[in-house]
């Protein structure tokens, strides 16, 4: 992707973006986003040349995606890299999917701190999906305190992949939060203007 296309899908993610005052509080509105033709198109491409940073960082072999957005952005971004794509879901919402209970098919699982998210996330994915020789990029919309990413990144690392780090549209992780993770974000929050 050059300069040009990243500067123009990171021109339109601000154009199309919105915070919403809700009787809950403000609220960053993503659905701007997915209905613009021209972010859909650049995104993959942006999202993927984000890991080539620096030059001669090696190809990410496997890209995975958290639910919900991540069910979306992965594999736009995997479509560009020329990989597969891997979801990574939240336990509590496969409780009836009964290939997640399946004894023969054992899951890598996750758990961030009890306190995230009123009681804490289990992520969970087939341990067959990714393993040695993989270098595995995550995909989000999205990082704040990077809990969700760090549970997956333990996950790579007991498959015995390498993590390949964090491709996200908004960065807005601490510095060190960020460094420890590998992320690389198009924007941080603060670009996203609270009167846009
Ligand atoms: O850096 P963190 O503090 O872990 O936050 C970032 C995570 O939060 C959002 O997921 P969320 O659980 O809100 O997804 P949802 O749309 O399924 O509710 C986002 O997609 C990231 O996965």
Do not use: C
């Not at 995606?65 to 794509?85: D, N, S």
């Not at 054992?106 to 270098?135: I, K, N, S």
């Amino acid at each position: 992707m050059g300069v040009t296309d990243r500067q123009r899908v990171v021109q339109r993610l601000k154009e199309t973006f919105a915070w919403r005052e809700t009787p809950g509080g403000i609220f960053a509105d993503l659905s701007g986003w997915w209905r613009d033709a021209e972010v859909l198109r650049l995104l993959g491409p942006a999202l993927a040349g984000l890991h080539a940073d620096p030059p001669g960082t090696p190809a990410p072999t496997v890209v995975a995606g958290i639910e919900t957005r991540g069910l979306v952005l992965g594999p736009l971004t995997a479509l560009h890299l020329g990989v597969g794509f891997v979801e990574i879901r939240k336990d509590h919402r496969t409780s009836g999917d009964p290939l997640r209970r399946d004894a023969n098919d054992p899951m890598l699982r996750a758990e961030t701190p009890p306190e995230y998210q009123d009681g804490g996330l289990t992520l969970v994915a087939p341990r067959r999906l990714f393993g040695p020789g993989d270098r595995v990029l995550l995909v989000d919309e999205w990082i704040e305190t990077g809990a969700q990413a760090n549970a997956v990144r333990r996950m790579v690392g007991e498959s015995g992949a390498e993590w390949a780090g964090v491709a996200v549209i908004v960065d807005a992780s601490e510095s060190k939060v960020g460094e420890r993770l590998g992320v690389r974000g198009l924007v941080r929050e603060d670009d996203l203007d609270e009167t846009a």
